[in-house]
DNA sequence: ACGAACCATTATCAATTGAACAAAGCGAGA
DNA sequence: TCTCGCTTTGTTCAATTGATAATGGTTCGT
């Protein structure tokens, strides 16, 4: 254990270590919970993944629960980063479609949201009622908006309209969520921006065929 | 479903205890599986929902992980019965429409099952490729060999081909797989026949636009 | 140079976990 | 009635969990 092989800082780090674990074991965290969810994932894995002692994650953050609350934090950061505009558009339509294409490119990046979304989501536990509370709520209810506005014009689905928005949020997220089936089903997929691009815009016309372009 | 919960045995079972207990312990399991994972389900509170003894978790099944293939087993079992035919179809738009229905049926009275695949499907451990290989491997391969037919007669939308499978599986599952967040955003629903059907056609028309009726 | 604040590191805690074991209960057949 | 096999019940175990205490070292302000 004393080996060098797990020190958690290069020699070179002098001052770079102070929010240089912080970062390193939300990484972690974020690889650990989304792999295994929250009861999954044991403190010391983590630790080791990031290449830390254990007793670091209660120093830096208060609890396990804190640390898993700073990884959602920090997912939602990058995902408001490819939804960047949000709210300049006039058109619906226009806005949907951003909204898709954003949310497929941050997917197609980042699957650790959605993976760590389905796994607090089956129930509703302390989690996943502060995740609704400060993150999903409000954000949720826009994309719902959207859909009636859509809706109006008469060129949605006739999806019962309950089920759309999460029909489509499955729609979006599953495939990068089960990436690995995906791979092991079709071999190796590249998602180069264009393929994320066709993509995206295949969804938008499925969920709006009203549009018929 | 069992009326006396709380009792191990009802005093009127005189034999009827044998594959009792087994079951009980296979529907209490599905609840906690699919509610906290396997790593998040404990089998006391397996054993205490069933109103059976731990101990009992292991003499009925081997272990922990056997209890979990049980509770799939029984679930697939389940599933299988709501997809029926399988197989009989001449068109291959017939048998898409039928097993679109057939699994937006089943989501809505069990999502436990697409709850706990997305419990394991976030990466690949020995669960996940059991559950591969026992269960959802000829099956899948059925699916995108029905997708394949229909796109070449040009009825497919033109989503990457490669997430198409998954992104219909998403699209029928999450809704119900989320459904308490369905609910806290639109209140209680009712998912009689009719509503059901008209979602799984709504469904199948975004992800066939090529039958344009 | 001194001490205070910060952080890393080791060791350890109580609680919970899945599993194992032994003994008792119980029904059926000889 | 007695015995045998299956099941239940109570107890216990080793391992793992998240968390804390204690110690040590480094950096910076004064």
Redesign the interface.
């Known amino acids: 254990m004393g080996s060098s092989r797990d020190r958690p800082i290069a020699d070179e780090s002098r001052d770079a270590n102070d929010a240089d674990v912080r970062r390193q074991l939300i990484d972690a965290a974020t690889v650990e919970f989304?792999?295994?969810?929250?009861?999954?994932a044991s403190t010391r894995a983590i630790a080791v993944r990031a290449g830390a002692h254990q007793p670091q994650i209660n120093y830096h953050f208060s609890s396990k629960e804190a640390l898993w609350r700073a990884v959602v934090d920090d997912l939602f950061t990058q995902l408001s980063s490819f939804l960047e505009p949000e709210g300049t558009f006039e058109d619906p339509v226009d806005e949907f479609r951003q909204w898709v294409l954003g949310l497929v490119l941050f997917s197609a990046e980042r699957p650790e949201l959605s993976?760590l979304i389905?796994?607090e989501?089956?129930?509703?536990n302390d989690r996943?009622n502060w995740l609704?509370d400060s993150h999903?709520g409000p954000y949720?209810?826009r994309r719902?908006r959207v859909w009636s506005s859509l809706k109006d014009r008469g060129l949605t689905?006739?999806?019962?309209?309950?089920?759309a928005?999460?029909?489509?949020?499955?729609?979006?997220?599953?495939?990068f969520?089960?990436m690995?089936?995906?791979e092991?089903?079709?071999g190796p997929?590249d998602y180069d921006r264009a393929?994320l691009e066709?993509?995206a815009?295949?969804?938008v016309?499925?969920?709006l065929?009203g549009l018929d372009s």
Chains 1, 2 share one sequence.
């Open positions: 989304a792999r295994n969810g929250f009861a999954g993976r389905m796994h989501a089956a129930s509703y996943m609704v999903v949720l209810e719902v689905e006739a999806i019962v309209d309950e089920f928005y999460f029909a489509l949020i499955g729609a979006i997220t599953i495939p969520c089960l690995p089936h995906v092991r089903v079709h997929v393929t066709r993509h815009e295949g969804l016309r499925a969920f065929p």
